[in-house]
T-cell receptor, first 111, second 118 residues
Framework: KQEVTQIPAALSVPEGENLVLNCSFT??????LQWFRQDPGKGLTSLLL?????REQTSGRLNASLDKSSGRSTLYIAASQPGDSATYLC??????????FGRGTSLIVHP | EAGVTQFPSHSVIEKGQTVTLRCDPI?????LYWYRRVMGKEIKFLLH????????ESGMPNNRFLAERTGGTYSTLKVQPAELEDSGVYFC????????????????FGPGTRLTVL
């Protein structure tokens, strides 16, 4: 059974810092891994999707890496801004079409 | 194009009462999914509709939960009678694929309904 862990559970940083969110999964036989953002009262917004054959994906100030063999993914946020404050969720798809989610990292970026 | 919408955004009810949550998927999406996030836990799958048929309801916690999708458009999730442990955020998602049971199928999530059972 796939289990997804996200560390840290919460993070508070000053504006401008570069930061790394971690996601680990127990079964390395994954199809893809996806990072989502959730704002209070809003749905999940897909940020980056990494296929199992890929090592990383980039979008603007976001970079996600994937190391399948070690069961890890990181989401790197460069030059953080208060607007980046949200909960970041990691989800993996293995042999099932149903994604397995982590509990998320709650990020606060203060001015 | 409108995204997935859910109603209500919040619901506060007392134990033993009934609550019905509604989800309107993206127009043209045959696949509709319900998920739940209990406080402090991860988002977990409840069930999957393809059009009006239940494709997979392996995640439904018990028979107090009833999901319907008459006509294959919007879906409702009824909790009757509600218990304290049913509190959480209920998410709906939809996808376009022919069966929804493919790894490549992208699911689009709604904002969720926050249910509080007192």
């Amino acid at each position: 059974k796939q289990e997804v862990t996200q560390i840290p559970a919460a993070l508070s940083v000053p504006e401008g810092e570069n930061l790394v969110l971690n996601c680990s999964f127990t079964d390395s036989a994954i199809y893809n891994l996806q990072w989502f953002r959730q704002d209070p009262g809003k749905g999940l917004t897909s940020l980056l999707l990494i296929q199992s054959s890929q090592r990383e994906q980039t979008s603007g100030r976001l970079n996600a890496s994937l190391d399948k063999s070690s069961g890890r993914s990181t989401l790197y946020i460069a030059a953080s801004q208060p607007g980046d404050s949200a909960t970041y969720l990691c989800a993996v798809k293995g042999g099932s079409y149903i994604p397995t989610f982590g509990r998320g990292t709650s990020l606060i970026v203060h001015p | 194009e409108a995204g997935v919408t859910q109603f209500p955004s919040h619901s506060v009810i007392e134990k033993g009462q009934t609550v019905t949550l509604r989800c309107d998927p993206i127009s043209g999406h045959d696949n509709l999914y319900w998920y739940r996030r209990v406080m402090g836990k991860e988002i977990k799958f409840l069930l999957h509709f393809v059009k009006e048929s239940k494709q997979d309801e392996s995640g439904m916690p018990n028979n107090r939960f009833l999901a319907e999708r008459t006509g294959g458009t919007y879906s409702t999730l009824k909790v009757q009678p509600a218990e304290l442990e049913d509190s959480g955020v209920y998410f709906c998602a939809s996808s376009q694929g022919s069966s929804g049971r493919t790894l490549t199928d992208t699911q689009y999530f709604g904002p969720g309904t926050r249910l509080t059972v007192l």
